[in-house]
């Protein structure tokens, strides 16, 4: 499925509906809402604006959709590395393109969006933000600093494509966006007209970080930088690869020292990307360049590794991209190495294998902002963030720390008037070498499956561990409420022009709750599959639900269903197509299939029926789909506040 976002509109319904009736937000519960430490302070600089938390989601699958983007921030993430975009924005990538089942390993590495489309996802989640804090939702009031966040741009992957018309001008427009907000508040219906007069920052960004081509030169690396700098005046991050630690090293710990013995390294990535000294040097340079137009630069560290890909989950590709404990050790190393090579101050900040046990020790090397994706893919997803600033906040007051720069120079040793970027040193030098003897980052503690059992997954009833919901990165997957039902389901004969009663199937639900898909939110990354313990894929499997009549018909020959109406339903299984609305004031359902047009009352009895095709005498209507659209429906209306219904049909003041 191609991804689609929804309008501005639902979503603002959504948040606001379910956190009112159900204390969370795209079912993420407000128990495990960032809601501040009143004993610390967690505030950092990144460049030269403040953000609450030094945490943030990485570039990737939790940063492309604007309901992610909110995630993230119910976590406690405050600096948002985008999803990065380029000029070629209709990619077609491999499915599935996660593999997190122990260490990690993707495919996807770019905005499966349009330009257009990523600019609209990041606007709106923009808006979004800025109307959770005007409505106080977490508890801190408005303006409180509880909600500085930044959102940092990615941009890949040449100088020819960043350079390009259309790079520019998104990149501008996020710059400037006060156009394309205003257009977005202007369009919001008259029930939400209070928000259209917010006073929200029009600048969504004033820096990038710069994602490249494996092998790509350090000339055109370092002309980019300019280009960034001079054209759009942004603070600008390079992402390093971790092959910068060169071929022998990176095996050396990762082969023999970590015990990844199975991972084969691609030795020509490793000759192709820039070099450390290379690095060193241009970083050097960039550096006098950035202040002459008053801007920073630095690094991040570090970019997936390149590895040979074994081909048992994604079949079609040469290489795949590792992530997760290993890359941990790999991209801090590099960072070390590099930060003393450097011997001069440079922002850094830092993604790999980040997790609630080592955010501390990533933070005491400071950097900014630290960020994190396999993890979030892991059972919890989004949720485990809450343990991240837990324990940070519980080691800074163990320290009895309030601030994080008080806490870093404590920690190194260093008083008050220290410099900062010392402290950061000195705990690196403390933390890095140790990190190759921790058993945590070994293959022999990575290399467990998530449990399996031996079960199919059908469309209704499964196990119910509901692991499936939080792992979506784009809150694709929801549970719909049925309760458990068994009844004998009745068919119809039609004989002399009318339907006479004919017996059917029994029916059975098991399960209270039902599990389900939001079709235009899936990519079809493969994350929940592999998380699901029974056999079959949860987006595959379970019903699916277009937000989009477009989207429905647009993914013919797939089951689905979309709401025309609110009470209305459109559904097709098997290629044929059904429809099925509920006339309330009737206490009526009617029903149609291929075949039939059938009225039934709200039991289920059947008041009338006539054919939409000729049938022959003695024919049998099979009703199975009745019941299966019915279910479904009355499900989905017992819960009209929640995100998945409101993104579906509007919120029912609308319906009316
Ligand atoms: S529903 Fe599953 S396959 Fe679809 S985006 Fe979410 S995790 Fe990926
Ligand atoms: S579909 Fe799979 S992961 Fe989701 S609740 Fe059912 S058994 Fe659990």
């Known amino acids: 499925m191609e991804l689609v976002g929804v309008s501005l509109e639902r979503l603002i319904d959504s948040v606001l509906t379910e956190f009112d009736v159900a204390q969370s937000i795209f079912a993420y519960p407000k128990r495990r809402f960032f809601t501040g430490y009143s004993e610390v302070d967690f505030s950092v600089d990144f ?11 990485a570039s990737g699958p939790h940063t492309q959709m604007a309901q992610n983007i909110v995630l993230s921030f119910l976590g406690g993430c405050r600096i948002m590395e985008l999803k990065t975009i380029q000029i070629l924005d209709q990619l077609e990538i491999g499915r599935p393109c996660i593999d997190a089942r122990n260490v990690c390993y993707n495919i996807e590495w770019s905005q499966e969006l349009r330009l257009d489309d990523s600019f609209d996802e990041y606007v709106k989640a923009w808006i979004l933000l800025k109307i959770i804090e005007e ?9 409180s600093p509880f909600y500085d966040t930044i959102f940092d741009l990615s941009v890949g992957y040449d100088l020819k494509g960043i350079s390009s018309p259309q790079v520019k001008a998104w990149i501008a427009g996020m710059i400037d966006a006060g156009a394309a907000i205003r257009a977005r508040l202007e369009a919001l219906p008259a029930r939400l007209q209070h928000y259209k007069n917010l006073d929200i920052p029009s600048e969504i960004s004033r820096s990038i970080t710069l994602s490249t081509f494996h092998g790509c030169p350090a000339d055109e690396i370092e002309k ?55 690095a060193v040097e241009m970083m050097k340079r960039l550096k006098k360049f950035a202040q002459k137009y008053d801007r920073k630069v630095g690094a991040k560290f570090t970019n997936t590794l390149v590895v040979k890909n074994q081909k048992d989950v994604f079949p079609d590709d040469d290489v795949a ?3 997760g404990a290993p890359l941990h050790v790999l991209s801090i190393n590099a960072m070390h190495r590099f930060r003393k090579a450097l011997g001069e101050e440079v922002a850094i900040s830092f993604s790999a294998g980040i997790d609630q ?33 837990k324990r940070l906040k519980d080691a800074m007051v163990a320290a009895e720390c309030r601030t994080l720069d008080a806490f870093i120079r404590k920690r190194a040793g260093l008083t008050a008037s220290d410099d900062l970027y010392r402290a950061g040193l000195i705990n690196g030098e403390r933390i890095v070498p140790h990190l190759v003897h921790n058993p945590r980052y070994h293959h022999e503690a990575n ?11 059908v469309f209704f009833d499964c196990v119910s561990c509901n692991i499936c919901v939080p792992v979506c990165p784009n809150a694709a997957n929801f549970f719909l409420v049925t309760g458990t039902q068994q009844f004998g389901m009745t068919n119809y004969r039609y004989q ?8 059917g199937k029994f029916f059975v639900l098991e399960k209270k709750n039902q599990y389900a898909n939001l079709a235009e939110f899936c990519n079809d990354c493969g994350n929940c599959d592999t998380f699901c313990p029974e056999d079959g894929a949860p987006f595959i499997e379970k019903p699916r639900f277009f937000h989009s009549e477009e989207g429905y018909r647009a993914s013919f020959p797939l089951d689905g269903f979309f709401f025309p109406t609110p009470f209305s339903m459109t559904g097709r299984l098997d290629e044929k197509e059904y429809y099925l609305a509920l006339h309330q004031e009737r206490k009526e359902i009617r ?7 059938f009225v039934f009352d709200d039991d289920g009895t059947l008041l009338r029926g006539t054919p939409r095709t000729e049938l022959a005498e003695g024919a049998v209507i099979d009703t199975e789909v009745f019941y299966i659209m019915k279910i479904l429906m009355e499900s989905i209306l017992k819960l009209p506040d929640d995100f998945p219904a409101v993104l579906m049909r509007g919120i029912m003041a609308e319906a009316g």
């Open 47 to 57: 460049h030269d604006q403040k953000a609450a938390t030094p945490l943030g989601p």
């Open 135 to 143: 409505e106080e939702l977490f508890g801190p009031p408005k303006g």
């Open 224 to 278: 980019i930088v300019e280009h960034l700098i001079e054209e759009h005046r942004v603070h600008v991050i390079v992402k390093m690869n971790p092959t910068l630690l060169g071929y022998d090293d990176v095996s050396r710990i990762l082969n023999d020292k970590l015990g990844y013995q199975h991972i084969r390294l691609d030795p020509a990535a490793f000759d192709h990307d820039m070099q450390f000294d290379e």
């Open 321 to 323: 991209y590792l992530s």
């Open 357 to 389: 046990h080592n955010v501390v020790d990533a933070v005491l090397c400071n950097m900014v902002p630290v960020t994190t994706c396999t993890d979030l893919l892991k059972k919890g997803g989004y949720t485990r963030l809450f343990m991240y600033l």
């Open 447 to 457: 290399k467990k499956e998530p449990p399996r059992i031996d079960s199919q997954l």
């Open 496 to 503: 002399q022009n009318t339907f006479v009663p004919a017996d």
């Open 591 to 597: 029903w149609q299939s291929p075949e039939v047009d």
